[in-house]
């Protein structure tokens, strides 16, 4: 694992955020885990070790995550998340950032205000900026996925402490198979929800 990372850090020196976990369980565990520290569901070890591993092989300018599903969408998942978290840093763990990855914030999945209330409890109990890492709207109807842009994006770029928003694809039918129908651009042209985030970017629709 040091190796790994002292070569992947090596290769690709210019890189600045790293996640250096995804998906912690109960979403995903690796089969090496125990090999590396173990302490799922107690003291976190692997993943203290796998920042702190991180930290050293990759620098003090490169920004960590721990990033993540559903942590801004369910509260058994946000505060089972913020429980990982303030774990490791009490351990000494140099956790840089939080990344919520959004998937699930399509009309019927989780609304506005719920995101909202979640991603700043996720804030201020840790401390730690944010990057929505995974953003996507689901839907084929342009004005909802449009709307829900609106609703959504001027909390994300007005809050200070999110720091990036990371769009999951933006060719329709050509993103993540679950979200198939989130791209901004369909058949060469720009949808209304692409139009608005690049109006209020300040840049060329494309």
Known sequence: MKSWMTEFCQKYPKTKLIDVVNEPPPHTEPKFA?????????SWQWII???????????EDKILIL??????EWTND??????????IQAAGAPIDAIGCQAHD??????NTSTMKTLITKLHNDTGLPVYITEYDISTSDDNAQANIYKEQMPFFLETEWIK?????????GQTWS???????????????????LMETLGRPVP
């Not at 070790?49 to 620098?59: I, L, M, P, S």
Request: net charge positive; glycine share 14%; with cysteine.
């Open 49 to 59: 070790n796998a920042f702190k591993w991180a930290r050293e092989a990759c620098g």
């Open 164 to 172: 990036g928003v990371t769009i999951w694809g933006w060719i329709y």
């Open 105 to 110: 914030l399509d009309p019927g999945k989780a």
């Open 178 to 196: 679950l979200a198939s129908e989130s791209g901004l651009v369909r058949n060469g042209s720009p949808r209304p929800a692409m139009t608005y």
């Open 34 to 42: 125990n090999n590396i520290g173990g302490g799922t569901n107690g």
């Open 78 to 87: 946000n505060q089972h998340f913020i429980d990982i978290v303030k774990t």
């Open 67 to 72: 990033n993540d599903y559903n942590n801004i």
